[in-house]
């Protein structure tokens, strides 16, 4: 009868992790303010930014744009005022 | 991932825009960043930019007032399995069981090894890892950190922190480590050098071709017989090829990189795909260049090693061998023509050969030149000292008027979409004239690097992706694992 072995994990260690409730969302985005945070070239999200401003006006947007991989934060003030966040990551 | 469940718990409401072949990586991600139902919507690699926002503005908009489901309202903890014993068997079966594929589905439709990169591992019984693991004095439950002086990986993480191994960001123990250069076909004392390699997280890079390869310097070289020689970055040489592939097994194992999941490299590249390692031979440089060890801060008996990642395929082979020893020997043949020598032997300065066409028939950026050492030699009679000097004078030839550097491709990202400054003059990129003389070779002569191996045939490869030096290089100590 053949020898039996017994082999360890190569697999990495994956933590365990709180998995916690998203936020609760909006009544509506009208008059919020709200982040368009852009990550990555601008293919879709000039048409996005475009479309955001002409077809929601009653929206006040701030507009964050990076070409890098993350995401330029919102500030300490920015967090206080901001109703939500769209986050494009267009690599 | 992380910024948007930071927002998520700030009580900030968001949704995510990516492509469509992103998505079992953002739920890799967000189960990791503790935000598993994360609001996103998917955009077109193909459809024009204005059709295709046209199609999810509505959905995406109203993912920021839908009220939440049960399920996004659920709190909860997610504990993965870390059962140590992976496989009980005979060792015919464990062979089998080490090479059981899954299919992944679209944009693949192929079966993808669990465990290796396709083909048969050593299989890593219990006996044959703890037979590695005599080759570091580190204890096997270690968690791999970064250690003092060694680089900072570019995205997380100091010295001390956990190495978070790429793309799950994952962590790993030198028993982990182990198991994998068993699988690789490592000897216990290739196990220090895979340690090092190990600290770099092994990334694994995005869409295009993307390729990671290592260089050892220092007395490793001969201590482990890796080639540094004729043909060092092709087959044969048994520490080389099984280094090389413990840096792809440790992806896929430590990272769990799996193709068209979270590794999303469009066409993959052929350096990935077997695992790229070899060594730089020192003892032919010549007089006054400095080996890859000295130039990143390390002593010339220090054993490091270079882990190197880049985008694009690399360039070679721009002259035949004769017609390299016609130039040098006589002034003959067509470099000598080109270059106005004709009828002069040398030594001549056959950089001025290859540049600037290197940058003008491929991407801009640094390189990483790899030359045997009678090249090296011709530029030291020539009057190139150091290393340093070389690069200076690679990088100056690499200068192009702004208005031909802006119909580039990667300098859009380069330059943050030209939105900050110039690095050699530090003014604003768009304050610039047209006829602004530019490097088409990175921001330094330092970003390029040189590299001395191979055999006496004349060949100079330029791989693409240059080096990072000061916190952020990417060199590693071997001697800190031993």
Not at chain 2, 179 to 191: F, R, S, T, W, Y
Not at chain 2, 322 to 340: D, F, N, T, V, W
Request: proline share 7%.
């Amino acid at each position: 009868m053949a020898e039996k072995v017994r082999c360890i994990s190569p697999v990495g260690i994956a933590e365990e992790v709180g998995t916690f409730p998203l936020s609760p969302r909006l009544d509506t985005i009208e008059g919020k303010n709200i982040c368009m945070s852009i990550c990555g070239e601008p293919d879709i999200t000039i048409a996005l930014e475009k479309k955001l401003k002409t077809d929601y006006t009653n929206v006040n947007w701030n507009v964050k744009k990076t070409y890098g991989l993350f995401p330029i934060g919102l500030t300490d003030e920015e967090l206080k005022t901001t109703d939500a966040v769209i986050q494009g990551v267009l690599w | 991932m992380p910024y948007l469940a930071k927002l998520e718990k700030a009580g900030i409401p968001t949704v995510l825009v990516d492509f469509n072949d992103q998505i079992p990586s953002i739920e890799q991600e967000a189960l990791a960043a503790g935000v598993p139902n994360i609001r996103h919507v998917t955009a077109s690699r193909t459809i024009p930019g204005p059709e295709d926002v046209d199609r999810w503005i509505g959905p995406m908009l109203e993912m920021l007032t839908k009220p939440l489901t049960d399920q996004e309202k659920a709190e909860s903890m997610h504990m993965p399995s870390q059962e140590r014993i992976l496989f009980e068997g005979t060792l015919d079966e464990a062979q089998e069981f080490y090479q059981q594929t899954r299919i992944i589905p679209d944009p693949l439709n192929a079966p993808i090894s669990v465990y290796t990169d396709g083909l048969p591992v050593i299989v890593p019984t219990e006996e044959r890892v703890a037979e590695m693991l005599k080759g570091t004095s580190h204890r096997p439950d270690e968690i791999i950190t970064r250690k003092k002086g060694a680089p900072r990986f570019a995205f997380r993480g100091g010295e001390g922190d956990a190495v978070r191994f790429q793309p799950r960001l994952w962590t790993g123990t030198v028993e982990k480590v182990a198991i994998n250069a068993v699988m690789a076909g490592c000897k216990p004392e290739h196990l220090p050098v895979v340690l090092a390699i190990a600290q770099s997280g092994v990334q694994t890079g995005t869409t295009v071709i993307n390729h990671q390869w290592m260089c050892l310097s220092g007395p490793i070289v001969k201590e482990i017989g890796i080639n540094a020689g004729t043909g060092m970055m092709g087959p044969g040489n048994p520490a080389g090829m099984a280094i090389g592939r413990a840096y792809q097994l440790m992806a896929i194992n430590l990272g769990g990189a799996v193709p068209g999941v979270s590794r999303m490299s469009s066409i993959g590249s052929p350096i990935s795909r077997g695992g790229l390692c070899f060594g730089e031979c020192t003892e032919k440089l010549p007089p006054g260049w400095k080996g890859l060890n000295e130039d990143f801060g390390f002593k010339k008996d220090e054993s490091v090693v270079l882990v190197q990642g880049g985008e694009g395929g690399f360039n070679g082979a721009q002259f035949s061998p004769g017609g390299y020893r016609a130039l040098q020997k006589s002034g003959h043949g067509g470099m000598a023509r080109r270059l106005g020598v004709k009828g002069l032997p040398g030594p001549h300065n056959w950089l001025d050969w290859i540049l600037p066409d290197i940058w003008v028939g491929d991407r801009e950026g640094s390189r990483i030149f790899v030359m045997v050492h009678e090249m090296a030699y011709d530029l030291y009679r020539l009057g190139f000292k150091s290393k340093d000097e070389v690069l200076e004078y690679i990088w100056k030839k690499s200068f192009e008027p702004l208005k031909k550097y802006r119909d580039r491709s990667w300098v859009d990202l380069w330059t943050n979409g030209w939105m900050g400054t110039e690095p050699t003059s530090g003014k604003p990129w768009k304050e610039l004239p047209d006829d602004y003389m530019v490097p088409a070779a990175g921001n330094s002569p330092k970003d390029s690097y040189i590299l001395v191996c191979g055999s006496d045939e004349e060949i100079c490869y330029e791989m693409p992706g240059g080096v990072r030096r000061g916190e952020m290089s990417s060199v590693y100590s071997i001697d800190a694992w031993r």
